[in-house]
């Protein structure tokens, strides 16, 4: 079984979480058990805590966030700041609230960085 669909069985079919705001309660020890990266888990849990302030559709909340977060300032928006969230992070939840953005690919940063250093 891969881990998501073990998180799926054990989180979503039991309706531990059904929203964000369910997600920012869960707890860490009990879903390392299924994913071992905490730091991961604490990422997400931020992340989800301020979306579900934006409102209580967590599809609204992300469109929401995503419709009023910019690349120039990503630095500064309430989810770039959160420790461990990077731009390729950022990125991809634009692009999951609908906005239609590039996201960095690894490889392509990386080779960029070598070319310029």
């Known amino acids: ?40 888990w604490i990422i997400a849990k931020n992340i989800a805590s301020y979306l579900s302030t934006l409102s209580q559709d967590d599809k609204l909340a992300l469109r929401t966030w995503a419709r009023n977060a910019k690349l120039e300032n990503w630095r500064e928006d309430p989810i770039g700041k959160l420790k461990g969230v990077g731009l390729i992070t950022f990125q991809y939840l634009r692009m999951m609230g ?17 070319i310029f250093s």
């Open 1 to 40: 079984m891969s881990i998501v669909e073990e998180f799926n069985k054990k989180f979503i079919e039991n309706e531990k979480i059904k929203s964000l705001k369910d997600l920012t309660e869960v707890d860490i020890d009990e879903s390392r058990k299924v994913w071992r990266n905490k730091r991961s």
């Open 98 to 114: 609908g906005i239609d953005t590039v996201m960095p690919d690894k490889i392509v940063k990386s080779v960029v960085n070598e």
